[in-house]
């Protein structure tokens, strides 16, 4: 089965990449950097020419209000568009548990334009609401940045390795669309600011965490459950200490590309 990876050379798209040709399938990583745009439309109709199933895995290289939502909007709109022409039967898009619940954060209401215009399309579709990559955790500080210090809610949290999540896509991809949304999640709940607390330590990071009622995230208030998905979530098997200790004796690498 040709299956095209949006954003393939990511951190997500590039694992997920290397599993689904590990099960046989004929997958291709589109991003810019192989010459495939979803803003400018370049090399999008050759690259899905034949293809059964397309996978969104980018990610807008701004997260400015106005500039992750034109993202969004633009690039779901030209690859629907472009995919109905090249008979795609299966869309699936990668987001985040708890998007419906945070639109007054301007990256959520990116991710909620960008469901509805896949909701609204003709192509039978998957989306994949996952929880926070622990990967994430880290940039998770960085945009959460108050006066020196990284202020967080103290909510649930359950956060999920990027292999797990991609493994999962690419089971959900390769499988029938479900016309609606699938949730995966990590096998452990924390409380968000311990979490990060813990990865910046492990990071000898010296930013103090603040447990802050009053704190957003990404812009968004959160209640306690806001982040953690249903019962129903599908978990991934990577638990934080073992990740923790797997990144840990990795030789830092650049992204792949
Ligand atoms: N961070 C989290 O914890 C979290 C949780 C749940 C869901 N998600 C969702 O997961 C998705 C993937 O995130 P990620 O961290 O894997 O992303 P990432 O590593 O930042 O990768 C982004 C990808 O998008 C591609 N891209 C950028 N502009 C493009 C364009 N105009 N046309 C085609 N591709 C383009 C990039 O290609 P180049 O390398 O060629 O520039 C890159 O492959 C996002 O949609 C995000 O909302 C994130």
Redesign the pocket.
Known sequence: MKIVV????????SRLVIKLREHKHEAIA????SG????TTEGLAEVLKGASVVVD???S?SWDDAAVLKFFET?TRNLLTYETAAGVRHHVA???VGTEQLSASGYFRA?IAQEKLIKESSIPYSIVH????FE?LKGLADISMVGGKVHLPPVLFQPMAADDVASAVGRIAVGQPVNGIVEIGGPEQFRLDELVRERLAALKDPREVIADPEALYSGAKVSLRTLVPDKTARLGETRFETWLTQSAAQIPRR?A?
């Open positions: 949006i954003g393939g050379s990511g951190l997500i798209g589109a991003s810019p950097n495939v745009n979803t803003i895995v980018s990610n290289p690039s990668l987001s985040v991710k996952a929880t926070q990559f994430f992204k590309s």
